[in-house]
């Protein structure tokens, strides 16, 4: 670097998020967004602060991923999977195609629930079931 350019270079170091700082951006900022974006109010599916660490432990690569973006996907993921089980006014057959006994509004979600919506890793592979269990 050009000695003249280098005295005017300031260096800024960040540090990562936390868990916890990255639990408050899901809540304060990305869940009101993709909640928005799906007209799904605030109060109808409610994810709890241990939901939300749950969900990034287990679901993001947490020990590489300094952002949320992956976190974000999953979120998203979620309140999609959701959104669609509500459109279909909660049909028995989907909620037993993915292994959920009941479900009802609000939608208070559990390690259990969770796990059930994200097992399916390719959006096609479900959608083919789910289509499979509604008009059967």
Request: glycine content about 2%; hydrophobic content about 40%; aromatic content about 10%.
């Amino acid at each position: 670097i050009n000695p003249i350019l280098k005295d005017r270079i300031n260096m800024v170091s960040l540090t990562d998020f936390t868990l916890n700082e990255k639990i408050q951006i899901a809540r304060n900022y990305l869940l009101k967004g993709i909640l928005k974006d799906y007209g799904v109010s605030e109060d109808t599916i409610i994810f709890s602060d241990h939901i939300l660490e749950y969900l990034f432990t287990k679901y993001t690569n947490h020990t590489e991923e300094t952002g949320v973006r992956k976190f974000k996907f999953v979120l998203k993921t979620i309140v999609s999977k959701l959104n669609m089980i509500m459109l279909v006014k909660f049909n028995p057959s989907i909620l037993n195609f993915l292994n959920i006994d009941t479900l009802k509004i609000p939608i208070h979600l559990t390690e259990h629930l969770v796990d059930e919506l994200l097992k399916f890793n390719k959006k096609d592979s479900m959608s083919d079931e789910i289509l499979k269990t509604i008009y059967s």
